[in-house]
């Protein structure tokens, strides 16, 4: 009896223990693909928005968004993504400063990078395009040389 005991509970414990091992596993995926990633550029005439999800890259070229171009993204490309992601401080994204100017007259299209995370919706202040503050500039050139491949 005390032999049957013994291997039920080590049974037990080594189910629970594993259990424990699938369900943070499981968490952490779950948090990489709650997160979407938005970065738009925009002015009189030019429009363009690209959404990252953990799975695709969608691409809109008009206000309408009526055409979207969309590419599948392998988990090298979404973990690059998520890298980047990480070495910013998400809340900050509001307070950072363009570099440049261009846009007050019309010379770079307005920008902006948004992180949604958890049903939170940070967005950065705007920005010139392609000239990104520093903070967020790998990410941005990351995202812009996505939709070139």
Known sequence: MKLFLACFSL????TNCNSKKTALNNENTSQQTDVTISYSAQTRGFFQEFILTQNSLTEYKDYEKLNAISKDLDAKEWNECIRLLSE?????LPN????????QYDGAPFAQL?????????QSSHFDHKYPPAEIKPLVEYILSLQEN
């Open 114 to 122: 948004s992180v949604i995370q958890k049903g939170d919706t940070i």
């Open 88 to 92: 910013i401080n998400v809340a900050t």
């Open 96 to 103: 950072l400063k363009s570099p440049t100017n261009f846009r």
């Open 11 to 14: 049974i037990t414990l080594a």
